[in-house]
């Protein structure tokens, strides 16, 4: 259903919680109603600086650069190449609280590190991430979650990340349909022009909603985020002198529906369809 014609938003008939819902886990409301949900201080740190260093410093496929062309903004696939750093990040909360919303068993569809370097560190514009799992991926619906794992504290002046409240409930116009649209660089999410041809929330979309709806997320290193596959994200740069690094770890179902007739036309380390189980890393 299109919301009205000047905003052409369309309203999601899919659910945002996919499973029954356990008693006790007040959490699960605000979930719900807003999209994501921040947990404090839970997730204990077992990793070093020197393993993280080594991830930013060595050169390997699935990494983007920033505009510069030579500062590393992100690196994916930690799952396959670094698989005993994201074991030091998983824990029996997470894997739980994953598996509630899911419905069923998470698999890993996506793991990355996001550098965000002090003074250098780019901006991420208004985006839902299904929007291009939906369409290059053919994921059907949005049966899908980021953890958000700050390995800094993440403020206002160090490019942390936002979310629109309530912005998962709608989907935003976009003309992202094409295997001919998929370009690495598009991953980057930081075009300031050509917001529908890029899979970006255009101004029209982002003012439906009221500005006090975008939650700055105010995480410290322990603390964890889970966020809906299709609720709106941004962040700014990082005009700050400390680094914001933070790993954002994408889960599916091993229900999630996706379109077998598309060709899988992205490398597997932006949409991994192996089905590897997060349980594999507790
Ligand atoms: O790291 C951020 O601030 C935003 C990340 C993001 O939107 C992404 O990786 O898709």
């Known amino acids: ?56 410093n060595k050169k390997r496929s699935g990494q983007i650069l920033e505009s510069d062309n030579q500062t590393t903004r992100s690196q994916f696939n930690i799952h396959n190449d670094y698989p005993e750093t994201l074991s030091g990040f998983v824990t029996k909360e ?12 998470p698999v890993i569809y996506q ?15 208004w985006h ?31 490019g942390g990340l936002s979310i629109l409240k309530g912005s998962h409930r709608y989907y935003y116009p976009h003309t992202l349909t094409t295997q001919q649209s998929w370009e690495m660089n598009n991953v980057r999410h930081d075009s300031l022009e050509k917001h529908k041809e890029s899979g970006l929330a255009d101004d029209a979309s982002l003012t439906f909603f009221s500005s006090d709806k975008i939650t700055n997320l105010d995480m410290i290193s322990g603390d964890y985020a889970i966020m809906d596959a299709n ?17 954002f770890l994408v889960l599916t179902s091993e229900n999630t529906k996706f379109d077998s007739s598309l060709l899988h036309y992205r490398p597997d380390f932006i949409s991994c369809r192996q089905q590897i189980p997060l349980s594999k890393f507790l």
């Open 128 to 158: 839902s991430d299904f929007c291009y799992w939906n369409s290059h991926d053919g994921m059907q619906e949005p049966r899908a979650i980021s953890v958000v794992i700050p390995l800094h504290n993440h403020n206002s002046t160090n």
């Open 1 to 56: 259903m299109v919301l009205t014609t000047r905003m052409q938003l369309t309203v999601r008939n899919s659910p945002v919680l996919w499973g029954p819902q356990p008693e006790g886990e007040s959490w699960l409301a605000d979930y719900q109603e807003n999209g994501f949900h921040v947990f404090k201080s839970q997730n204990s740190k077992k990793y070093s600086e020197t393993q993280i260093d080594s991830i930013y």
């Open 94 to 105: 997470i894997y739980n609280n994953a598996k509630i919303i899911l419905g069923s068993e």
């Open 111 to 125: 793991s990355h590190i996001n550098f965000k370097k002090k003074s250098t560190g780019g901006a991420f514009a």
């Open 231 to 247: 609720a709106w994200h941004s962040s700014s740069d990082n005009n700050s002198h400390q680094d914001r690094f933070t790993l």
